[in-house]
Structures are given as C-alpha cells and as structure tokens.
C-alpha cells in the first residue's frame, strides 16, 4: 500500500452523498496472495444503504435535467482521472484481488473504456416520431432515466464491474448505489474518490462497503426509491435477488454465471486455437463469468491440441501479482482453493487423467497449478459447474452436431468460443449456440463496444454497446391530439 502514491485514493469507509463515512465498527480487507491484513474500512450498515438510496433519489431530478452534454463532459473527466491514475488503481486492485498488476491495469483502462463510451452515448439517447393512425395526431417516443439504479458488483473484476454499470446509469441521467465485494471494497472506494473529484455531484454516485449483504442486499432490492437493480455474480444469489426485486417490480439486470464450452474443430488452426485458449482459460486465473470452461476438441487433432496446450501452459508463471512476470496470481480465498480441488478430484475419481498440475502451487496456499485433465466427461461435476480457477478440462467429440449439442447441455448461456476456418461451419454453429455471447477464432471478447450479457440462466440484459443504455431507460410515448 505504501507505493500507492495518489494516497487520496485509499479510502476507509463508504462515500454517501458525496462524504465519507467512517464508522468505528471495521472489518479486514485481505491480500489474497499473503493473507495479510491491506486495510480495515468501515463497516456500512443496512442504515447506511437506506441513506445512499435517499441521497441518490434526493440528487436524481437535479442530475436526470442537466444536459446530456454536461453529463458527458463530467464523466468524460471521471475517465481522464481514472487512466491518469491507472498505475495506483492497478496495484491497489492487485493487492486486494491477486490478479497480476499488467492484468490489473487491462482492467483499469478496461473498466475506464466503458466510462468513455457511455460518455459519448449519452449524446445519443435518441427517441422516435412514428406515424400516427389519423391525421390530427403525432406519435412522439422519448426515452427517460429511470430514476435510482442500485448494484450489488463482484470481487473478480473490482474495478470494471462497477465501471460499466454506473457508466451506463449515469450517462442516461440516472442516480447510482453500488455495494461491492466485501473482499474488495478498496478498488470501489478509489472509484468513488476519482468520481468526487471529476465533479460527480453528491449523490450521484454512493459506495455502501460492508459485510452485511444480506441486510444491505434486502435495502437495495427492496427499498421503494430504487427503480433498477442491476447485479453481476452468480445464478444462485441472482436468483434470490431476482425474488426480493419481484415485490416491487423493480427493472432488473442479471450478469449471472457461465459455463463456456471452447469447441476445437479438425479443421481449426490449432496454434490459434491454443492462443485464444490461453486467453479464455486463463484470464484472472480463472476467475471470470466467461472464462472457457468446458473445452471439446474434435477425435483427430485432440491428442496433437492436448500436447500444445501442455507445453503452453507449461510456461505459465504462477506469482504474486505484483512479482515481475506473474502471468497466474492467487484465488481469492480459501473457499475457492478447495471447491477448485474438489471438482478436480471428483473428475480423477471418475476417470478423467491428469496431465498437468493438479493442486496447490509453491508461491502460497491459495495459488493453484495450471492444471490440464483429459478424458472429460459430460456428466462430470467439472463439466456441470464454473470451475473458477486455473484447471482446464479437455472433451472429444467426433461431430459438429455433437459438439453443439454438448456446448448447449447446460442451463447457462454466457459465452462460447469455437475455432474453425470452415465459412459454413461458421455460421452453422455461431446460429445453433445458445448463448448471449460466441467468440469465433477469438478467446477475448470483451469490449466496451460490444453488449455483454448471457441467455438462459445466465440472466438478462446487455452492458456496454448503445444496447447498454436500453436498461437504464424508460420508453414514454406522448400522444399529441388535436392538431
Ligand atoms: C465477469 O466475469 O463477470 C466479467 C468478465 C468480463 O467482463 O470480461
């Protein structure tokens, strides 16, 4: 923490109506990779919720009337600081998420794209004129903010996660409430201190760090003020969430789970398809909703794919965040280390084989090997469930029908990846997948530019692209008589 040198940007409470709020109640944020103690913030409270939502409705009507201009000039600002800051905000996320600092700062400058992007969107919050059925009449469509947006953000993207939805509320002229990760509250904080300073005004944009999600997960799903709730984490809390926002019929976004096959066809370029792997198994050891999870590689070339992707992985290094060269850093807690370890163990146990890696790593208790399993199967726990760490799981399959039907054979439908240099096999399997997202001869998907977002369970809505805009806004159609 003492190489942070914007020491403004670490922060120890919650940031409500533009101040900070600085209980003595605390509790520890945690180095992932050392189990050191980063920082202790103070513990906000479902009180404190309630205060954020009446501040972020108390500051909507001023914000929702500027111009649309003005609100893209201040978050166009918002994103300036955050890149001129992108070094400390980088090595603040590695210290309290573990993924390496050249990670880290993608996810910075990534987190900061969809900022600009939604600054320049904001300009373009187009309606419609339709023609009306008699003559005497005009159809006119606007679209209007929705009012208060709450959030609940996870721990395995900090920064961006929190970026891309308030990104999109705020653009729109909506107010923002956001509670992230217990585990990483320091990264929102930084958020919120940069937000201040690019002239974000009070109540805008509140962070409610705390360890009490269920109390302040019931405030920001139920309360009246709140219009829109929009989360990213898993199906099984989403769906939870989903039934407190039901009472109130709140607009909701869910950014839930993955389970990304990779299919690799015989006709593919294997040496890409093991690049683009790297990057969709890898990412934030992965950590991630649309890291490749299920990875179906065609009978003939699935013995000469295994042998390059060992090697590949082989040269992985696995360190520190912050250490020269760490490509894989730690999980994030202990929990992870071991539901990793089971779902590995359970696939041996039935039959798969191991290759590769296969446990804890020698840099510290919650950094795992990069770890390749073959003879995978469907009904495989590995199969079913995210992984959530650095194990990759191998499948054959001998037909392009077979592999969609596999790739399909799970309830969600985040991402997909499939290599093939077959224009028809192309589009064949890009129209059969059932998932919001398909990377073609592509392990990197996202982008500010592109809507993110799954079919299934793995939720609904679209972040970032001007789809991004749609969750925020309200259609109103104004019928004009008598003319
Ligand atoms: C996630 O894991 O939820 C987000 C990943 C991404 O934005 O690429």
């Known amino acids: 923490m003492q190489h942070i040198s914007c020491k403004a940007l670490i922060q120890h409470g919650s940031f409500i109506n533009g101040s900070w709020q600085l209980h003595d109640n605390r509790f520890d944020v945690i180095n992932p990779a050392n189990q050191e103690v980063l920082a202790q913030v103070a513990t906000a409270t479902a009180a404190d919720a309630e205060q954020a939502v009446l501040s972020a409705e108390l500051a909507f009507a001023a914000w929702a009337a500027q111009p649309a201009a003005k609100r893209a000039e201040i978050l166009q600002r918002w994103y300036q600081l955050i890149m001129q800051h992108q070094d400390d905000l980088a090595r603040l996320l590695t210290l309290e998420q573990g993924k390496p600092l050249a990670e880290a700062k993608g996810e910075i400058a990534y987190g900061a794209s969809y900022i600009q992007w939604f600054a320049e969107e904001a300009k373009r919050l187009y309606g419609d004129t339709i023609p009306a059925p008699s003559a005497d009449k005009r159809i006119i469509v606007q679209r209007q903010p929705v009012g208060v947006v709450a959030a609940i953000t996870p721990w395995n993207f900090p920064n961006a996660m929190i970026a891309r939805k308030a990104a999109a509320a705020l653009a729109a002229g909506c107010t923002f409430v956001v509670k992230p990760a217990q585990q990483t509250p320091l990264s929102a904080l930084a958020l919120a201190e940069l937000a201040d300073q690019a002239g974000i005004p009070a109540g805008v944009f509140n962070v409610v760090a705390g360890t009490d999600a269920k109390g302040i997960g019931e405030v920001l799903t139920r309360h009246e003020k709140v219009a829109k709730f929009s989360f990213t984490g898993s199906t099984a809390v989403g769906k939870q969430l989903l039934k407190q926002c039901a009472d109130g019929v709140k607009r909701v976004s869910m950014e839930l789970g993955g389970n990304a096959p990779f299919i690799v066809f015989d006709d593919a370029d294997i040496d890409a398809a093991v690049q683009g792997l790297m990057l969709a198994k890898f990412r934030n050891a992965g950590q991630t909703c649309v890291c490749a999870n299920r990875i179906l590689v065609q009978r003939s070339v699935y013995q000469s794919f295994a042998d390059k992707l060992a090697i590949t992985m082989t040269q992985l290094t696995v360190a520190d965040g912050l250490a020269d060269g760490s490509q894989i850093g730690p999980l994030i807690d202990d929990k992870a280390v ?146």
């Open 338 to 483: 071991a539901k990793v370890t089971q779902l590995q163990q359970s696939a041996l146990d039935q039959g798969a084989t191991l290759l590769l890696g296969g446990g804890c790593h020698s840099a510290g208790k919650q950094f795992f090997q990069p770890t390749l399993i073959s003879d995978v199967n469907a009904d495989m726990a590995i199969s079913k469930e995210e992984i959530f760490g650095p194990v990759a799981a191998l499948m054959a399959f001998d037909t392009e029908q077979e592999a969609i039907e596999l790739a399909n054979n799970t309830e969600y439908g985040l991402a997909a990846y499939f290599y093939s240099r077959d224009i028809g096999r192309v589009f064949r399997v890009a129209q059969a997948l059932q998932f919001g997202m398909v990377g073609i001869n592509e392990g990197a998907i996202s982008n500010a530019a592109a809507p993110f977002g799954g079919v299934k369970q793995s939720g609904y809505g679209r972040e970032g692209s001007h789809y991004g805009l749609d969750d925020y806004t309200d259609i109103k159609y104004l019928c004009l008589g008598g003319l």
